[in-house]
């Protein structure tokens, strides 16, 4: 991506900003044109070098990225305090993350042990999305989940561990692009609610069963007399 490309990514993500000047006190920003020399590095085997400025970059901007991880076009950290990202770690296009979130690895795996991300996915402040799972494109991860298996595309997930609770609706705009963080449905409420409803239904079928046979019994005691 180009110079005006990121100053583009970072306007366009964030509301608050006023001014192309601004983009330079970002830490997404620095962060990603860290990450893009530490990469290069990487490739080349330089991996002294390129974790070095992969180190640097977090204590710059409090964001870190290993230098292997593979980040794709119009990525954007939003805050981005206490963001962690994996080696293996593979980000498609146009993917939106908030502050505190960690895609990582379990135990000591060797090959492919991070999350892979799809297309115009947006990850709320403080999810953690651990093993190599697969998120789908166009997924919404709700704030504080907790993401151990695949989550499918077009899905709206959330908790922990994170359900796919509803289907995104693309006629919204892609997750990445609204920003909402707050229009979810929680999965486990949904539950409760069914199983509320549920025991509400058999309390009237059981209240209803005793009136009749309450109603049996006084017509039996009129008979006899």
């Not at 005006?4 to 990603?32: C, G, H, Q, T």
């Not at 949904?190 to 509320?196: G, P």
């Not at 058999?202 to 017509?219: D, G």
Request: charged content about 20%; glycine content about 10%.
């Amino acid at each position: 991506m180009s110079f005006k490309d990121e100053v583009r990514v970072v306007r366009e993500k964030d509301p608050a900003i006023k001014s192309n000047a601004e983009v330079l006190l970002y830490s997404s920003f620095w962060a990603m044109n860290f990450h893009r020399s530490a990469h290069k590095l990487y490739l080349k085997k330089h991996f002294f070098w390129a974790r070095f400025v992969s180190q640097f970059s977090r204590l710059v901007t409090g964001i870190e990225i290993h230098p292997g991880a593979t980040i794709g076009k119009n990525f954007f950290i939003d805050h981005g305090m206490g963001v962690v990202i994996g080696e293996t770690t593979e980000i498609g296009d146009n993917v939106l993350i908030y502050q505190g979130v960690t895609l990582g690895g379990t135990g000591k795996d060797t090959g492919k042990r991070h999350p892979t991300i799809g297309n115009n996915v947006m990850i709320g402040s403080g999810s953690k999305i651990l093993g190599p799972i697969v998120i789908g494109d166009n997924v919404k991860i709700g704030a504080g989940s907790v993401v151990l298996h695949n989550i499918p595309a077009n899905c709206t997930a959330v908790g922990v561990p994170a359900r796919c609770s509803t289907m995104y609706d693309m006629s919204l705009g892609a997750p990445s692009d609204t920003l909402d963080q707050l229009e979810i449905v929680d999965p486990l409420e949904v539950k409760i609610k069914e199983l509320s409803n549920r025991i509400s239904q058999l309390e009237m079928a059981l209240n209803n069963k005793k009136a009749e046979e309450s109603e049996k019994n006084i017509n039996s005691d009129i008979n006899i007399f």
